[in-house]
């Protein structure tokens, strides 16, 4: 019971935070979904079903940080011409980071799904 508390805690510190700053700036399904895939990719891929959970939350901080890589990539290298451009900088930089807000998320909350070995 202690865990789901403490869950409760941390997210809610975490959608406070959020609510200040508005909530419209951390979605995007598209970084959401290359997380939330990764992350059950890499869970079936280590192949350990008594630790998939696990596996998945691991999963999930991996592919936050290589999608955030992978947006910084694409930033700097001018694909969509918008290095330089504050405007437009700051709304792609904002979106890389995003994944590996959301890896650290899922990691979280798969903390508390695991098994108690």
Known sequence: MSKYIGLLICLSIIIGAISHVGFNYYNDILSFSF??????????????????????????????????????????????????NMDKTGVA?????????????IKLITLVLKKNN
Do not use: E
């Not at 992978?70 to 011409?81: F, H, N, S, V």
């Open 35 to 84: 997380v939330a895939g990764g992350s059950i990719g890499y869970g079936l891929l280590k192949g350990q079903k008594d630790q998939f959970i696990i596996n998945c939350g691991n999963g999930a901080v991996y592919f936050g940080w290589f999608g955030t890589l992978i947006g910084l990539i694409a930033l700097t290298a001018g694909k969509w011409d918008n290095w330089g």
């Open 93 to 105: 930089l904002s979106i890389a980071m995003l994944t590996v807000f959301y890896g650290y998320i």
